[in-house]
């Protein structure tokens, strides 16, 4: 990511950070650089795509929308390039009811997103959003005593207390009498906590 941030002089000769060309040919670019990229990609593999501004709390932002099944989705592709375990994907073909960090003018919404994240939400893709905790740590404790994971990455709805997870996931996996090691991380969204677990 290069956020080299300067007046744009011709608007049909912006530096190359801010386009496809800076993210796909020069390894860096911005969000408006990592947002082209995708819209150029997705269009090639034949997805029916589009941009769209959105405010975070600091700044405007650019974030991309793809239509699947009928519905309108938004992909923040900048979002998630990340150079850890930690990268989570939270804001892959979601709907609105998952984006709560970002705000938009109507005007900036060409087409009306969907309310509501279905199966072509990334997390409800892979069955790893949870209601809480417990049914969380349940699972994965389960998953790693049968040998089938040793690297795990799932959402716990409108939950803030990282503690409550790993207390909840030790206790799961001290059920099954195994040996383990594991580290965790978590980033909570504004009202979702998105973890990734590491078996060693």
Not at 149 to 162: G, I, P, Q, Y
Request: contains cysteine.
């Amino acid at each position: 990511y290069s956020d080299n941030t300067i007046d744009v002089v011709d608007p049909l000769s912006p530096p190359r950070n801010l386009t496809a060309v800076g993210a796909l040919l020069d390894g860096y670019a911005n969000c408006q650089g990592y947002t082209d990229a995708f819209y150029v990609l997705a269009s090639m593999a034949g997805f029916y795509v589009g941009r769209m501004s959105v405010y975070t709390p600091d700044d405007l932002h650019s974030v991309n929308t793809i239509f699947l099944d009928e519905n309108w989705y938004v992909v923040d592709v900048t979002f998630d390039d990340c150079d850890n375990e930690g990268s989570d994907y939270r804001l892959f073909n979601a709907g609105t009811d998952v984006i709560h960090e970002f705000a938009w003018h109507d005007y900036n919404m060409f087409y009306p997103l969907s309310t509501q994240s279905d199966e072509n939400y990334y997390y409800n893709r892979y069955d790893l959003l949870y209601p809480d905790v417990n049914s969380l740590a349940s699972d994965i404790a389960l998953s790693f005593v049968n040998g089938e994971e040793t690297v795990f990455r799932a959402m716990v709805l409108s939950n803030d207390n990282s503690d409550g997870f790993n207390t909840a996931l030790y206790d799961e996996l001290m059920k099954y009498n195994v040996t383990f090691d594991y580290t965790y991380w978590y980033s909570f969204t504004g009202q979702d906590m998105v973890y990734t677990v590491y078996f060693e």
